[in-house]
């Protein structure tokens, strides 16, 4: 899959291989054009990755091309069919307003696709006008270029503009459509659609394409659809403990935004947790708790059987044997993902090998922190650098002999103290993107069309595991209110 056709004078070096696949797959279609495109902001560091001319998008034409009233050379745009479990019901789905470029082959020969959000209506718009608003379209940029700068898996933003035309929700809202970059745009909720809606050769080129796109190794595997599958579970597994290590929540865990790449999409409700409570939502229209943050794993294990199910017609001709092997394989991911969990625990405990007791150590630490209303990533920040007093549960008799037991583990272990210390430095952000700075940061350039305040907040969001003094006031947890704190979908 290494096809292209060279880069054009803005850097463009699009081969879509996805208008390969059976036109099932997708609807061809023109983003609508806007009256006035705006640029808002740009995201240089992934334009150079990218291998896109910067200067050239951010001046001249630039805007008519991110606004999509003109098309870059060699692109060719569709909204992609899907379905999904949303909330657990099943619906048909599609890109109601999204526009998929194609994919950029990149300097270094990686294969990204280019999509735009809130770019116009399709044919999966059902009711939808297609737009967006440029609070949430910014609301993504901030939190997918935070996650990237965690060591998450992400989808990335590369730029925001205005379209100079109103869109209406609850209130008139500035228009504005996101560039988001993606390892691909497949989901579980692709396969879905696919296992319903297509015949079985159709869904068999889906797989094979996925395999050649996003797992090579597959392919010359005895069964290249149970190694497909295997490689999923095990890519979601090791994702979504990065999610509850770091206290994201994603607000929307629906099928249809769970990626085969292993990738986070769609930053509509989500936000990160303060005070340590696995019932933490944040999501308004998550009203029974489902993507609760101590929900996920079990939920993101549940999106995986709807994919082993959709996977099953390809596994094996003997249909029985076929759903032995699919429930098999989603039996693994309890397993993996407790691993992948537990050993990012240790790092930010500074533990580098495993003893049995560990679980108990890290289980005893978070039920204090629940207990006590305690903050979760400035906890770990706290025991990085030994600062007790921050611990609004130090002077507990449970924690002094939690607190005995973690030193003793530490000093059984080979490494030094001063290395533990480094490794808890490399585990543990200074910073996280706060809910309360992120909504200051929109509220001033929604609002007041400030962009400094948002600005100064993704300068500190890149580099989160530098525990520099300008942070400081970054890590503060927000001020006490009355009101819970709610994100929307802001479709």
Known sequence: MTRNTGATEKGWNFDNSYTRLPEKFYSSVTPAPVSAPALIVFNNPLAEELGVNAQELQEGDGAEVLAGNKIPEGASPLAQAYAGHQFGHFTMLGDGRAHLLGEQITPEGERIDIQFKGSGRTLYSRGGDGRAGLGPMLREYIMSEAMHALGIP???????????????????????ILTRTASSHLRVGTFEYAVRYCSEGELRELADYTIERHYPEAGGEKNPYLTLLKSVINRQAELIAKWQLAGFIHGVMNTDNTTISGETIDYGPCAFMNTYDPKTVFSSIDVQGRYAYGNQPYIGGWNLARFAEALVPLLDKDDEKAVEMAQDAISAFGDLYRDYYFSGMRKKLGLFNEEEEDKQLIDSLLGMMQKHDADYTNSFLALTYDNTEDLVFSETDKYNDW?????ERLERQEQSIEEARKLMHKSNPAVIPRNHRVEEALEAAVSKNDFNVMERLLEVLSTPYEHTEDKKSYTEPPPPSDRPYQTFCGT
């Open 154 to 176: 992400t989808t990335r933003s590369l730029a925001v503009v205005t379209t100079g035309d109103p869109v209406y929700r609850e209130t008139e809202q500035q228009g504005a």
């Open 403 to 407: 607190h005995k037991k973690w030193q």
